[in-house]
């Protein structure tokens, strides 16, 4: 448009668009990391315990765990099925943030590597 013509070449809606997808990933990842430690002090850092309580909470709780498991699971399987579009490298980042850090940032990844321009990647 006119208006974004004088704009900075940074302020364009795709840096934006990016912006908005890594600050909602980083949420994600405060958010329920901040759960998971206030669960921890409490229990300790016993992670068969952590996921025991995940599934065994009420029917709804266990159904959303369920669905974000499948989730960071498809989400794993998309980013190497579209690995010529995101490159390995973004792949690879997809696939660690999701199982380390959480689905929100690995779909962080996803979006904003789908959405960058097509490189070659040289390794």
């Not at 794993?76 to 490159?87: E, H, P, S």
């Amino acid at each position: 448009s006119k208006s974004m013509r004088h704009l900075p070449l940074w302020w364009n809606s795709m840096n934006i668009r990016s912006a908005v997808i890594w600050l909602l990933g980083i949420l994600g990842v405060v958010i329920s990391y901040a759960k998971f430690i206030e669960w921890a002090t409490i229990n300790g850092f016993q992670m068969l315990d952590a996921w025991k309580d995940a599934f065994s909470g009420s029917p709804f709780s266990v159904g959303l765990v369920w669905d974000l498991s499948i989730s960071a699971v498809m989400l794993v399987v998309l980013a190497f099925w579209d690995r010529k579009r995101l490159g390995n490298r973004w792949a690879i980042g997809v696939a660690l943030s999701t199982s380390i850090l959480g689905v929100c940032l690995g779909l962080a990844f996803y979006a904003v590597g789908l959405s960058r321009p097509k490189e070659v990647e040289t390794a």
